[in-house]
C-alpha cells in the first residue's frame, strides 16, 4: 500500500507539478541573470532547468556543481562536498540556489562561498516558513520532490525576515523579491502555493547598477 501510494505521488508529481516548476521557475530566473555571463548552478539536480534557461537567455553559458551525481544530466556538473566550492574568487557573473539551502544544515556557509565566487549577483528560490502549518506543508512537498532521488531532507526552512536579516549580515542587497511564484495548479496552489515560495536576487556591494535585475 505504502509502495503504491509513492508511486502515485511521483506521479502527480511529474505530471503536474515538475513540469510546471521547470516552465515556470526559468520564465522567472532567466531575466535575472546578466548579460553574457558565466553562470553557477549550485546544487542543479540534473540540471534541466538550468539547460531552460539557457535556452531561453542564448548568451550566457550555466555550469553545474551538486553533492549527488545524476545518471543522466542536461548541463556539465561537478561534483563537491557540499561545503566549499572549488572555485577562485569571482569567477562567475552570477550564482545561483534553486531550492538548496534548506536542505543544508547551515545555509550561511554556502551562502559565504556562493558571495565570494560570484561576481555580482545571487540568485534564490526558496522557502519562507511564514503561516498555518508552513513547516510540515513544506516537508511533504520535499519528500514528494526529492526522497525518491536520495536528496538529505535537512528542513531547515527560514521565515521571510531570517532570510533577510542574513542577507544584511552578508552585506548582500536585496533589489529584487517576489512571492508570486506560481508552481501549482489551481487546486493545488491554496495547500502548497500560497506564500511559501520566493524568488530573490541579491547583489555584491560592488556590482554596477547598471546591471541590477528588474524590480
Keep these: 500500500m505504502k509502495e503504491l501510494a509513492i508511486k502515485l505521488l511521483d506521479h502527480i508529481h511529474e505530471d503536474y507539478v515538475h513540469n510546471r516548476r521547470t516552465r515556470i521557475l526559468s520564465d522567472q530566473i532567466a531575466p535575472l541573470l546578466p548579460k553574457n555571463g558565466r553562470v553557477l548552478d549550485i546544487g542543479c539536480g540534473d540540471g534541466l532547468l538550468s539547460r531552460n534557461i539557457q535556452e531561453k537567455r542564448k548568451d550566457i553559458s550555466i555550469e553545474g556543481i551538486d553533492v549527488l551525481l545524476r545518471p543522466k544530466v542536461h548541463i556539465p556538473i561537478k561534483q563537491f562536498d557540499g561545503k566549499h566550492l572549488p572555485y577562485a574568487n569571482h569567477s562567475f557573473a552570477a550564482v545561483m540556489f534553486i531550492d538548496v539551502l534548506h536542505h543544508t544544515d547551515d545555509p550561511l556557509v554556502l551562502l559565504r562561498e556562493a558571495a565570494r565566487v560570484s561576481r555580482s549577483l545571487l540568485v534564490l528560490k526558496d522557502h519562507t516558513r511564514d503561516g ?53 495548479p489551481w487546486w493545488a496552489s491554496w495547500i502548497f502555493g500560497r506564500s511559501l515560495h520566493f524568488v530573490a536576487c541579491l547583489t555584491q556591494p560592488f556590482q554596477d547598477a547598471s546591471r541590477r535585475a528588474p524590480g
Design 132 to 184: 498555518f502549518l508552513s513547516g510540515p506543508t513544506l516537508r511533504l512537498m520535499d519528500w514528494v520532490g526529492n526522497a525518491r532521488h536520495g536528496v538529505a531532507i535537512s528542513a531547515n526552512y527560514w521565515t521571510e525576515e531570517r532570510w533577510r536579516h542574513t542577507f544584511a549580515a552578508l552585506n548582500l542587497t536585496v533589489n529584487y523579491w517576489t512571492a508570486n511564484v506560481p508552481l501549482y
